[in-house]
């Protein structure tokens, strides 16, 4: 709980000694608070450029944005894990009442002033970070310990980032519980983009997608009959933004990078978002995905540091810029041709792409020396 003086933030907190001892290892805080409240408090020393000893990693946007839907796709969602923090123990004040205590009850009142924030976020930072893009008033678990230098936080940090085991899909399963296996694996893949296992990859790439924008409801599944994009255009696109997830560095966010690159193609060509254009054609999803990553490839590689994909802001900003240099009237005019939805279709739609935005940057005709059946 929280009382209102400004800069200064109160919870009922548990503390404690881990060890019995009482030695000098660091004291522990357990309380709730808002998530909109922890980050006014508690900051993140991130890698970079500028700070290379920081023991955080980078924060992600598209990680951070998949914690707030997260929570805005069910109502049921909460994350009990706690947020690891470290705290000065300048900055605030724990009336025990017994210090002798292992543990005790009492409130934590956490004092800012100025620019410099007493808490530090060993872990978790991406839960915060969406729970408060989510909602400010989302409370969240806190895990805080007192005292210990740079060198006890880094330790921290490394001993939960590196003993932790990535449990199997089908671990649930020994849990021995009554739960509708197909009912969750629904909610799941709503709300995080996870699945048990139950289906396909592939159909559980599809389920996502199906339900997510800019392709939500627009598949064409014999339930669905105002879908019209293949299920097929969608799984070969996809695919191709895995083969390349390394070179990319999307590691874990091939979907969410997947379906940022089409969520800012809609943006920019919203009246073409239909299917009496070519914009969405099978061919073209796939093709505009393979021309668009080998831009974004090439982009990386011309920039220091390489552009990092899992910013929203950034990869949508060079997307845009891709996609801008290729004009409506591409995706409007008629086409000829028959059978572009071959290897070789769609070699010539590639070519085609890599000459309309070479006729553009250079101001010429758009149309100049593409294949006569793409005019």
Request: aromatic share 8%; charged share 25%.
């Amino acid at each position: 709980m929280t009382k209102g003086k400004k800069n200064t933030f109160s919870y009922i907190a548990l503390g404690y000694h881990q060890r019995p001892d009482q030695s000098s290892a660091p004291r522990f805080l357990l309380f709730h608070a808002p998530a909109g409240e922890i980050v006014q408090w508690a900051d993140v020393d991130r890698i970079s450029t500028d700070n290379p000893t920081g023991a955080q990693r980078p924060i992600r946007s598209l990680k951070v944005n998949k914690i707030a839907k997260f929570f805005a796709a069910n109502k049921l969602n909460t994350i009990p894990t706690a947020i690891i923090v470290a705290l000065d123990e300048g900055s605030l004040s724990f009336k025990s009442r017994d210090p002798f205590m292992v543990s005790d009850c009492a409130t934590v009142t956490i004092q800012v002033d100025g620019k410099d924030k007493p808490g530090l976020i060993i872990d978790g930072q991406h839960r915060a970070f969406g729970a408060a893009k989510y909602s400010g008033d989302t409370q969240l678990n806190v895990i805080a310990f007192l005292g210990g230098d740079e060198a006890e936080r880094a330790f921290q940090f490394v001993v939960i980032n590196n003993t932790t085991t990535r449990i199997s899909k089908d671990h649930i399963k020994a849990l021995n519980l009554n739960y509708n296996p197909k009912r969750l694996n629904r909610r799941l893949l709503a709300s995080s983009g996870i699945g048990l296992g139950l289906e396909d990859t592939k159909y559980e790439d599809l389920l996502l997608i199906d339900t997510s924008e800019p392709f939500k409801h627009l598949i064409a599944w014999p339930r669905n009959a105002d879908g019209f994009i293949p299920p097929n255009a969608l799984e070969s696109a996809l695919a191709e933004v895995r083969d390349r997830a390394g070179r990319l560095a999307i590691e874990g966010f091939e979907r969410d990078v997947f379906l940022e690159i089409w969520t800012a193609i809609k943006r920019l060509r919203k009246p073409q978002w239909n299917q009496s254009t070519r914009l969405l054609f099978k061919v073209s999803i796939y093709a505009l995905t393979v021309f668009i990553l080998e831009n974004l490839i090439t982009i990386q590689t011309m920039t220091d540091p390489p552009l990092d994909l899992t910013e929203e802001q950034g990869l949508a900003a060079a997307v845009e810029k891709i996609v801008g240099k290729i004009p409506t009237e591409f995706w409007t005019s008629e086409w000829t041709a028959t059978e572009l939805d071959t290897r070789s279709g769609r070699n010539i739609l590639l070519e085609a792409l890599q000459q309309v935005t070479s006729n553009v940057s250079h101001s010429r005709t758009w149309y100049e020396a593409t294949s006569p059946r793409l005019q």
